[in-house]
């Protein structure tokens, strides 16, 4: 906005003003009720993560432990040649976007999770492989919260640097702005009643 002295005092101007007034309160309303919204999704969002990645951690956990005994009854090599090679196909396809365009996974699987033979490994390296295939899920899961967490704080703080420059720069300006050209305009009124009186004292003495 150019500065006040620059503008030029007129009631047209004071009206164009006070329109940018109105529109630019409206405007922060506006921003503020969409900031104190998302920070109420965001809130139990954090949560919904925490609690997810909690999850995921304990079980991942388990899930390694498995594998370790797995490695004590058969040996490493032998539990690295009956993974060789894999029978199953697991990929990502993007199913939809959020409100504020994260992307929704889906899992698409192709084949068993189990690659070798009965005799070839031991029941520890089942559990530990049908595990991890049922956390799968969760783990899509926790990045795409994780991803609609992150694009949020985004969102929550672009908004609010948009309702601190309204409030603490553009609507102050305007509202000097107003009260400049009303100090102006009211001169100009006193001067001209002034010169009025003048007048008609002038008239009065001929």
């Not at 969409?34 to 956990?61: C, M, S």
């Not at 390694?64 to 490695?71: C, E, P, R, S, V």
């Not at 001067?191 to 008609?200: E, P, T």
Request: hydrophobic share 40%.
């Amino acid at each position: 906005m150019p500065a006040v002295a620059q503008i030029n005092p007129t009631r047209m101007e004071l009206l164009k003003q006070k329109q940018r007034l109105g529109a630019a309160k409206r405007a922060h309303d506006l921003l503020e009720d969409k900031r104190d919204k998302l920070i109420k999704e965001f809130l139990p969002l954090i949560k919904e993560v925490r609690t997810l990645r909690e999850k995921v951690r304990k079980n991942l956990n388990r899930i390694y432990a498995d594998f370790q005994i797995a490695k004590m009854i058969n040996s490493e090599r032998e539990i690295e040649e009956s993974l060789m090679w894999p029978t199953v196909k697991i990929g990502i396809e993007i199913e939809s976007y959020s409100l504020l365009r994260t992307p929704r996974f889906k899992m698409v699987r192709e084949g068993d999770i189990l690659c070798y033979g009965f005799y070839e490994s031991n029941w520890k390296l089942d559990s530990a492989l049908n595990s991890f295939f049922e956390l799968f899920p969760s783990l899509i899961q926790l990045a795409q919260k994780e991803g609609e967490l992150k694009q949020l704080a985004k969102e929550i703080e672009r908004t609010r640097r948009r309702v601190n420059a309204l409030e603490y720069i553009f609507i102050p300006q305007i509202k000097e702005a107003v009260k400049y050209i009303t100090m102006k305009l009211e001169e100009r009124e006193r001067a001209h009643i002034i010169n009025v009186m003048k007048i008609k004292e002038m008239l009065e003495k001929s």
